[in-house]
């Protein structure tokens, strides 16, 4: 039987559990107050408060590092690198504390915690499908600017893990299927899944349909105007586009729950904002269905935003006619993370290397 | 006792020169394109400078082909930079001819168009109209939010042939255009893709202003937090960006030339780079197609390509090997501004439609 410890740090948790083959035995999350850690600038110069409290909870919880199997972590926005489980090595834990990285995110500090909690054990540290997970095809890449190629930046882990979810559902390998799989959370993917490759996908960072914090797409001319202006620095636009774009900057508010409290309240103005976001989203699923010739085997939701019955509601009029229709509300990052660790210590895959990719 | 045909005479200004055309109802009957010497335009600091100058030219082609403006019907211009309306021919009042002289929307040689038909058309006690100018806008509310309350999307698009060419598809399924839902790519300079929706255009890609695909000359919609890091970057200029997404982008940008023809001789020869830019500009207007797609549900009655590049059999496979599932298709190659413009006078002087009127519009 194998143990695996999972490490998934996020923007103001970091979620642990530990797993016995395929079944989680417990699991926990480390909250922080977001003004907690705002006097950090960089997510790892939060690795000494992270590692601390992560190790209090794994001594109260008894667990020995050295009897484990694994560790398996979230993989942040590293190079790009194809979609798998990889051993975390002194390379990619060196990248990220040098900021070597594409972006600057809390998932970045998965791979270093696992690689000081394996510290003087032989136990290994694998990340899974990270968010710069880039399997874009080539035609996918080039914008009407050579200077700029489009990046592929995506909730990879999630995305694959309901991909093989749907699979089992319709009783196929991953392998053969084609889907448009929208991830609608605090950052929204959309992508297409193409025997099992993210062939296509808008940068969920800052492309695509706007987010509950997220700006998205944005008209380009426009944006231009307002960058030499004057009025505002690179870090003030950055925030525009991340951060406090999208709901955050038309409402106030990133909340999808309190913003339906509103609308059900009669406020019209919230209501005229969360469509115009529904809109983006199906146009995005529209797209990338053409990706696929419209041969799809179905669309899938998932991500906190796909509990809300209000929003799939409206995504579906618009795209439900492409094929079947699944919604997969929430995540399903803990186990994803434990099964690729499996799936490698079973030899059912072979482990990726980072500094070969 | 028939009435004959209606005489209409169609004025359609370029940047270097002007087009013009008799038209008997829908036929053509006799046309020119009159050249103008740069160094003849470049005495005048503001297009609308050029009226007079413009109008000679004009005048003297007609009296050369014995166009009196006593046998005319109506005159027609090509409709130029003005505050957004709904689509529609509409004469050119008192308010119009004073945004297209000051140029209040913007300075463009098609702002002459109503102009010069409003100068001959007063000579002869009948009506000039412009039809479907590019700032048609439609759109419905929810496709004008952006992620930023600061930014709402702007309706510019080639409204005139889009109008005509759904007409077109109209006429081929035997059914009104106010009846149908249809997808009309035009992929020219600058590609545009509409949603119609029973005869209104509610979405379509800003063609003009760096939203949707790459095309032969502009750059379409680029990520944000990459152009907003170059824009803070101090590598380029605002104007060398601002080149970039109108008139030097897309295939210009990429290849160096903005000729399909040209691009794809290179691809026969062996040019991969060539080959690359030109299959991402159809994957890029398929993607376009399948979001309008989504607009209307999914339920589409046609889907139309037309422009330049729909001249290409090459380039609109590439296209529809992603979209063809979407609804029945029509390729219109090109665009017939003149005979479009012709068909908008002559709607209002069959009395199938009414004009509409700019005064009246907006604000």
């Known amino acids: 039987m194998t143990r695996i410890l999972v490490v998934n740090p996020g923007s103001t948790t970091t979620k642990v559990a530990l797993y016995e083959d ?138 694959k893990a309901v991909g093989r979810k749907v699979a089992v559902q319709l009783r196929k390998d991953l392998s053969q299927l084609r889907m448009v799989v929208a991830h609608l959370g605090g950052g929204i993917s959309v992508c297409a899944l193409k025997d099992g490759f993210i062939i296509d996908v808008n940068n969920a960072v800052e492309a695509g349909p706007f987010s509950p914090e997220r700006s998205g797409t944005l008209p380009v001319h426009a944006l231009t105007e307002m960058c030499f202006s004057g009025r505002f620095t690179h870090a003030e636009m950055r925030k525009k586009i991340v951060g406090c774009g999208g709901l955050a900057a038309h409402l106030g508010t990133s909340d999808a729950v309190e913003i339906e409290k509103r609308i059900a309240a009669g406020d019209s103005r919230a209501e005229r904002v969360y469509r115009a976001m529904a809109y983006q989203i199906a146009k995005e699923i529209g797209a990338m269905a053409t990706v696929l010739k419209c041969m799809l085997d179905g669309v899938v939701l998932t991500g906190g935003l796909a509990r809300s ?6 995504i579906q009029e618009r795209v439900g006619i492409l094929g079947s229709f699944f919604v997969m509300p929430g995540e399903f990052e803990m186990e994803a993370l434990a099964l690729g660790a499996l799936r490698v210590l079973r030899n059912e895959e072979p482990v990726k290397s980072y500094e070969q990719s | 006792m028939s009435r004959g045909p209606f005489r209409i005479l169609v004025v359609n200004p370029g940047s270097t020169s002007t087009k013009i055309a008799l038209f008997e109802d829908e036929a053509q009957r006799d046309s020119a394109s009159l050249a103008h010497p740069a160094d003849a335009l470049s005495r005048f600091i503001r297009i609308a400078d050029q009226l007079p100058f413009r109008l000679g030219a004009v005048e003297s082609f007609m009296a050369e082909r014995d166009i009196r403006p006593a046998s005319l019907d109506a005159v027609v211009g090509r409709g130029g930079l003005l505050r957004p309306m709904e689509g529609g021919t509409y004469a050119v009042d008192d308010r119009m001819a004073e945004d297209l002289r000051t140029a209040a929307e913007g300075e463009h040689a098609s702002n002459l168009g109503g102009l010069i038909a409003r100068v001959i058309a007063d000579q002869a006690g009948i009506s000039a109209y412009i039809v479907d100018p590019v700032v048609v806008d439609e759109m419905d509310e929810v496709a004008r939010l952006t992620g930023l309350p600061e930014f709402r999307r702007r309706s510019i698009f080639h409204a005139l042939n889009q109008k005509a060419v759904a007409r077109e598809a109209g006429r081929r399924l035997n059914r009104p255009v106010q009846s149908l839902r249809l997808i009309v790519a035009h992929l020219g300079g600058g590609i545009s893709v509409g949603a119609h929706r029973e005869g209104r255009v509610v979405d379509v890609n800003n063609a003009l202003d760096g939203d949707g695909p790459f095309s032969p000359e502009r750059s379409g919609g680029l990520p944000s937090g990459q152009l907003a890091d170059w824009c803070c970057s101090g590598k380029a200029s605002l104007s060398e960006i601002r080149r970039k997404l109108t008139g030097h982008g897309g295939m210009v940008a990429h290849l160096g030339t903005n000729d399909l023809v040209e691009v794809e001789r290179r691809i026969a020869a062996g040019d991969r780079t ?50 063809r599932w979407i609804a029945p298709v029509f390729v219109l190659p090109g665009e017939k501004e003149m ?12 009395g199938e439609e009414t004009p509409g009127s700019y005064a009246a519009s907006g604000d």
């Open chain 1, 22 to 159: 395929e079944t989680p035995v417990w699991s926990e999350t480390v909250t922080y107050p977001s003004d907690s850690l705002a006097s950090f600038l960089r997510p790892t110069d939060q690795m000494d408060l992270r590692f601390r409290d992560l190790a209090e909870l794994l001594r109260r919880r008894s667990v020995e590092i050295g009897s484990l199997s694994a560790v398996s972590s979230r993989g942040g926005p590293f190079k790009p690198l194809e979609g798998g489980t990889y051993r975390v090595t002194p390379t990619v834990v060196g990248d990220v504390l040098q900021g070597r990285v594409q972006f600057n995110h809390a998932s970045l500090l998965g791979v270093c915690l696992a690689d000081r909690l394996v510290q003087g054990t032989d136990v290994p540290a694998f990340f899974v499908d990270p968010v710069s997970v880039d399997e874009m095809e080539p035609i996918a890449r080039p914008t009407g600017m050579p200077e700029l190629e489009r990046r592929s930046l995506v909730h990879a882990l999630n995305i």
């Open chain 1, 309 to 314: 019955q209000m929003l799939t509601g409206w």
């Open chain 2, 274 to 323: 060539a080959a690359l830019v030109r299959d991402a500009m159809a994957y890029q207007t398929a993607k376009q197609i399948g979001a309008m797609a989504a607009v209307l549900e999914g339920r589409v009655d046609a889907l139309v390509l037309t422009g330049g590049l729909a001249a290409s059999a090459v380039f609109t496979e590439a296209v529809l090997a992603r979209v």
């Open chain 2, 339 to 350: 005979e479009s413009l012709a068909q908008g006078g002559l709607r209002i002087l069959r």
